[in-house]
């Protein structure tokens, strides 16, 4: 295999330019999908025949609860390859997806508190869903800290590349064990996303919502990544040249 | 034996020292020299094997040291600013732990003549927590005269013990280089006792270097952690 | 003659490696550590008594209520106690510079890990399986469910001790990391919590147990294979900087 | 759209106060996840320029070629390697030899 690619891609300069010419694009994208997503779901969709109108909440909430998982599920991926190659623009990036994902899974845990609310009649229910989105804003916590708590560079990316690696490992075993815990102790409760067939009008713009926020969580990213890029690549002539050229045109 | 070349080596955006290359062969001792700050602890943790934030390489028996490792650890000793004795054992129990450590088990007697030479006989049933700062730093130099490890990194050794200590040091140093052994200090004290085998370096030559990076090249150590 | 250069030829001809002795006199040094300050080994014990006394103080002291929680209240009481004692297991090899001579060791670094948290375990753990009747009998757990929680903590106080040792390797070199660390560990002991408790709260409820405990079995053979490697890995990493 | 009029859609059948604070915060989030990083990379720009300045001021401008205008974003790389010859200072390192 030619590794050329795979090195161009670690390489913080070049990702630094390919970026800046996609994200634009990436950005007009992620707006047009996300208002036609939820417009769609919040105008246009019929009420569900069970929860009523209270289930357009679904169209944030799921997007946002399915990223908050594969958020961290990228941070260990990115945890794995700055250990294993040690390329900065991993750890970069797992730096920088932290807060984003604290974010999305604060969101989810929001929105399915105020789901809870018109569905079970409750603010907060120890649904086995809402308790492991718990653990993981636990778990993102737990990793931004550790960086904050690490002085040097190069310590903070292995040891947060580790602990995200644990908690990867950690992720499925809570679910399966909140999981059996729920059961035990409430039987089974009207699920909040889990519908046994999904009317197409329904789905449809769901789908798109949820490609939307993937979208927008990659132009976040993106923009967070070159700003951290900067950042650590200060002492480079081609950062201190571009933040010039920036200045200028 | 220990080679290292083209080490170059940043703390807390300060270069502390860059292009060093060094040698060193059996029956030599390295005096690392250097003003407060230059790197010196940091070299010697580097070289030990428990720093890997540095760029060039290190060889041990000619081939690179991340893939000798395990022969490494095994002849290496190392005396550091703390001198890993724990204050709720004896002189006695401290010596042990520390020489399984590293794969030994020095006899009772062993342990009680290097123990003498220290100057803390009678101290042998005493927990360590009643003794000075010099005291723990001379149960670690007792350690130190019955390891078998050929490779010696020394860290300060000279630091707070008296003038007759100072002498029984360089002659255990003089002795293990004169068998063959290596030693890697750092120490303001000359060394002038041990014959022949003394090199110095200077690590004030070494310093500074430029922080400016400029790697263009995608494939360049700019990617890297 | 030359000893010390026949040394060099013996490092790799004579000397065997004898990981597990230097294992078993890494525990032994820690169980010395132990028992000659008394005091402070002692410390999560006590926490765990004043922990478990707190409950019907804060909640209701009728024995109904008590023994539905009982379960609950003497597993939390031994989380708790576990994460408090985490907090030196790597602490005083740091600052006395024992660390370094762990890390510096021939023998393999998972293996001395794996003895400094069975010394752990033989300090604060076994400790509290001791304590756990007790307090279960303050808390007028009912009888049935006594084998269920001495087996359940049997099981879930070396695996406390052994995820517990990832976040306190990771936070070693941290000032007053004590918050952090348990940060860091909550997560890893919310499953232990859920099968420990489960499988007294089954035993209270007069049923079947031991499909906990084959659940509780299983993450403790997870976890002897894979902490270790990640607290080596870790307490590397974190002398590094 | 599926609502008949404006006060239908803000009440959704009574469930509107649980749906509109629910994407109020959700955009909520959104603007933070925008905003924050935007508002990090304009101060870590200023930083690096005021630091180039600084490093500017420091060393003597020796050739013309430091004061080089770039001229648009995309030629910077082309240029820095330039002007990395002939403001390096003292030394240059080499890793690779």
Known sequence: ???????????????????????????????LMMATGL???????????????????????????????????????????????????????????????????????????????????????????????????????????????????????????????????????????????NTLHQGSTLKLTEKPSMAPEMLWPLLISIAAFYLFFTVVLIIRLRTEILDRERRTKWVRNAVEAGARS | MLEVAQLRCERDDRVLFSELSMKLSSGELLQIEGANGSGKTTLLRILAGLSGDFHGNIFWKEKKLSSMYADFRLSTFYFGHKPAVKGELTPVENIRWRASLRNEAPSEHSILDALEQVNLAGFEDVACGHLSAGQHRRVALADLSISASPLWILDEPFTAIDVYGVAWLESVLAKHVASGGMVIITSHQSLSEISGSVRKVKLDDFAGGSLEEDYDDEMDSGAFL | MSTAHNKVLQAKDVRQLEGRKAMMALIRRDLRLAFRTPGQS??????????????????????????????????????????????????????????????????????????KIIAHWLTTGVALIVMAPILALMLHLPEQAFPALMASLLLGTPLMSLAGGIGAALTVRVQRGGVLLTLLSLPLYIPVLIFGTGAVQSAVDGMGYSGHLLWLGAFLVMGLCLAPIAIAASLRIVVDG | MYFENFASLVDMGGHGIYVWPTYALGLLVILYNIVSPMMARKKIVTQIRRQAKAANNRKKPASSDTGRKVNSHEQFSANGQQQASTTESSRTVNEGE
């Open chain 3, 42 to 115: 002692l410390n999560p014990v006590a926490f765990y008594l004043m922990v478990a006394s707190l409950f019907p103080l804060g909640i209701a002291p009728e024995r109904e209520t008590l023994s539905q929680l009982a379960g609950g209240i003497v597993w939390i009481g031994a989380l708790l106690a576990v994460l408090l004692s985490l907090d030196s297991l790597f602490k005083g090899d740091n600052d006395d510079g024992s660390l370094d001579q762990l890390l510096l060791s021939p023998h393999p670094l998972p293996l001395l890990v794996l003895g």
């Open chain 1, 1 to 31: 295999m030619n590794w050329t690619f795979f090195h161009k891609l670690g390489s913080p300069k070049w990702f630094y330019e390919i970026s800046g010419k996609w994200l634009p694009w990436l950005a007009i994208l992620a707006a």
């Open chain 1, 39 to 181: 417009t769609w779901g919040l105008l246009f969709t019929p009420p569900d025949y069970l929860q009523g109108n209270s289930y357009r909440i679904i169209f944030l909430h799921v997007p946002t609860a399915f990223l908050a998982s594969a958020i961290y599920v990228s941070m260990a991926i990115a945890g794995a390859v700055t250990l294993i190659w040690r390329i900065k623009l991993a750890d970069m990036a797992l730096k920088c997806m932290a807060p984003i994902g604290t974010s999305f899974c604060f969101l989810a845990l929001l929105t399915g508190a105020i789901w809870g609310k018109p569905t079970w009649g409750t603010w907060w229910v120890w649904d086995a869903r809402l308790t492991s989105m718990l653990i993981l804003l636990f778990l993102y916590f737990g990793v931004i800290a550790l960086r904050g708590a690490i002085r040097s560079a190069t310590t903070q990316a292995r040891a947060c590349a580790i602990l995200t690696l644990v908690g990867v490992v950690n992720i499925p075993i809570i679910k399966f064990s909140v999981q059996w815990w």
